[in-house]
């Protein structure tokens, strides 16, 4: 951890150790329990660790919290693991009553499964190490997560055919991730529409885009790019982008057929789904 992590980290540390000292509880103690080492313990408590989510949950079980550990951990991961640029749009994303959003590359980030999160990351970030990865990976799967939490928002994606047909790590990667689009589909949860690659399609080789809805009618863009994404808050531009979107989906087949379609992927060009 670098300063700067272990200054935001000391937090959670001192949160912790307030809670297992008024527990009356030894750092041994707790570990035997949670099935963590008391050195570790002590690491997680001078910062000089970050605890992974489901080990955060045993802490709160077993010191009975009350779930602040929880809290105090998805509000620093949030904070230290989403690039600067990005942050005000999670913020947004929580409180949008409808996103659209389009991809010709990749699954969209709010749609990936852990085992396609990681191969993407790790593949995008060869610099970073596993616990960051493994941190980054969270956040990005704690995104839906935390919709499905409230009322969930209209989730509509247009996603072109080739995001769908490369392989993101290997076989079994691509098809659990599949497999996990169209649970969500048939659950109700999302609306996917696929852009055929026999689609005569130029307006879906363009950059990754969303526009969210927010409480009380204001829409905002976001226009990804290699570096990151920009915001787009102007009326004209946002009415650009919900034109797009609407163009895109005239390049795409029904919500029936695109579930269709998927089904015919997997087993051609990953295997059958799990």
Not at 39 to 56: N, S, W
Not at 116 to 137: F, G, K, W
Not at 177 to 200: F, M, N, W, Y
């Amino acid at each position: 951890m670098s300063r700067e992590e272990r200054a935001r980290w000391a937090k959670f540390g001192d949160e912790m150790r307030k809670a297992r000292a008024a527990s009356g509880m030894t750092q041994r103690d707790l570990g035997i329990k949670v099935g963590l080492s008391h050195a570790m313990i002590g690491a997680i408590e001078r910062a000089q660790r970050r605890p992974q989510k489901d080990q955060v949950a045993d802490f709160d079980t077993t010191l009975a919290t009350g779930g602040i550990l929880s809290q105090i951990w998805d509000e620093l991961t949030t904070a230290s693991n989403v690039p600067a640029g990005f942050r005000d749009v999670l913020h947004l994303e929580q409180q949008s009553r409808q996103i659209r959003e389009f991809n010709a590359q990749i699954v969209p980030g709010i749609l990936q499964t852990r085992d396609y999160a990681r191969a993407l990351i790790r593949t995008r970030r060869i610099t970073s190490s596993q616990e960051e990865v493994d941190h980054l990976v969270e956040t990005r799967l704690n995104r839906l997560e935390k919709l499905r939490q409230g009322e969930l928002p209209l989730l509509w994606f247009v996603i072109r055919e080739a995001a769908l047909t490369q392989n993101m790590g290997n076989p079994a990667i691509m098809r659990g991730q599949l497999a996990h689009l169209t649970k969500l589909c048939t659950e109700g949860v999302v609306r996917i529409q696929v852009i055929p690659d026999s689609a005569p399609a130029p307006a879906a080789l363009c950059e990754a885009f969303r526009v969210m809805t927010i409480e009380g009618a204001n829409t905002i863009g976001y226009v990804e790019h290699a570096l990151g994404g920009e915001v787009k808050a102007l009326a004209q531009q946002v009415d650009d982008l919900i034109t797009f979107f609407e163009t895109l989906l005239g390049e795409a087949l029904s919500p029936s057929a695109s579930l269709e379609l998927i089904g015919t992927i997997s087993g051609e060009h990953h295997g059958e789904m799990d």
